[in-house]
């Protein structure tokens, strides 16, 4: 069974740093491709960054680029997401999401909630 | 990278269908033919419930369909049952390993 185990959120100051993690099991997660979305309190869902199977390639959406660095450790099955420059309308439960080599996210953990709030 | 425009909400009783619109632009939604759709319920993870625009993955019932023409893709919902009432969201490449979602639809069964 898939299973995609999100951690690391938490209330953080703006201006603040963050690293999530989400740890994989129940596949060869070395062969996927891996995503972030977010979904902001209320809200809808909104994509956040992007990597390759390998590692070596990454894409982030506009309103975080330049803050967040998506990057991951095959060996370990686990995908992180360094966040800097916190800010207040980066709050928002936090999902990673397995591309299953194609053009959409098959499978979702159940989130980390981050918090930006002073 | 704005997001697509579905409506807020939509509607319908036991047994009837539904549709719910999801507007993009030619650089996403008509520029490729990857339109997928998700179902999330209250407190609960996003569910894939249709990729490639209509293709549906094993399990999903037949009662989720789903088509696209120009810049708009469009989910239907046949033979409404309680258990459909959830938000839905469309989402579409937009190239170069970027993605957009729709704002959301809530779907209130009557």
């Known amino acids: 069974e898939v299973q995609l185990v999100e951690s690391g959120g938490g209330l953080v100051q703006p201006g603040g740093s963050l690293r999530l993690s989400c740890a994989a099991s129940?596949?060869?997660?070395?062969?996927?491709?891996m995503n972030w979305v977010r979904q902001a309190p209320g809200k809808g869902l909104e994509w956040v960054s992007y990597?390759?199977?390998?590692?070596?390639?990454?894409y982030y959406g506009d309103s975080v680029k330049g803050r967040f660095t998506i990057s991951r450790d095959n060996a370990k099955n686990s995908l992180y997401l360094q966040m800097s420059s916190l800010r207040a309308e980066d709050t928002a439960v936090y999902y990673c999401?397995?591309?299953?080599?194609?053009?959409?996210?098959?499978?979702w953990g159940l989130g980390t909630l981050v918090t930006v709030s002073s | 990278q704005s997001a697509l425009t579905q409506p807020a909400s939509v509607s319908g009783s036991p047994g009837q269908s539904i549709t719910i619109s999801c507007a993009g632009t030619?650089?996403?939604?008509?520029?490729?033919?990857?339109v997928s759709w998700y179902q999330q319920h209250p407190g609960k993870v996003p569910k894939l419930m249709i990729y490639?625009?209509?293709k549906r993955p094993s399990g999903i019932s037949s009662r989720f369909s789903a088509s696209k023409s120009g810049n708009t893709a469009s989910l239907t919902i046949s033979g409404l049952q309680a258990e459909d009432e959830a938000d839905y969201y469309c989402?579409?490449?937009?190239?170069?390993?970027?993605?957009?979602f729709g704002g959301g639809t809530k779907l209130t069964v009557l």
């Open positions: 999401a397995r591309q299953p080599g194609e053009f959409h996210f098959d499978s």
């Open positions: 129940g596949f060869t997660f070395s062969n996927y491709e």
């Open positions: 990597i390759s199977s390998s590692g070596s390639t990454m």
């Open positions: 030619s650089s996403d939604v008509g520029s490729y033919d990857l």
């Open positions: 490639e625009v209509a």
């Open positions: 989402c579409s490449y937009a190239g170069s390993s970027t993605w957009v």
